[in-house]
């Protein structure tokens, strides 16, 4: 196959796909990185609510609904475990999808605590 008759295959962007659009909440508190993602996500044609607070993120998903929630771990007002927590004891399986996004590397912070804990 060549690469003209992949880009007949690949879904373009600015809402035109056929797919039924998503309903996301985006869960974090940098307002840059929530900004840019749900820039990216309408132009595929999903709606997007942003919260920059986890409690405040709990409180949009109970008022929006949404189909996935992409949530931030640390962030202030609760952390992104504690809001996967509440949702799944909420709703069970009828929970959102939930997509976990972070900013800290856990690799660079076990080597980091290895590297503290070996030099004590």
Known sequence: MNSKSLLSIVPSGGGNRSAKSLRLLIADDDRDNANMLAVVLRDEGDEVVIALRGDEALELSRLFRPDVLIC?????????????????????????????????????????????????
């Open 72 to 120: 931030d771990i640390n962030m202030p007002g609760m952390s992104g475990y504690a809001i996967a927590r509440e949702l799944r004891d909420r709703h069970g399986n009828s929970a959102p999808l939930l997509i976990a996004i972070s900013g800290v590397c856990p690799a660079t912070d076990f080597l980091a605590k290895r590297s503290v804990s070996t030099t004590i």
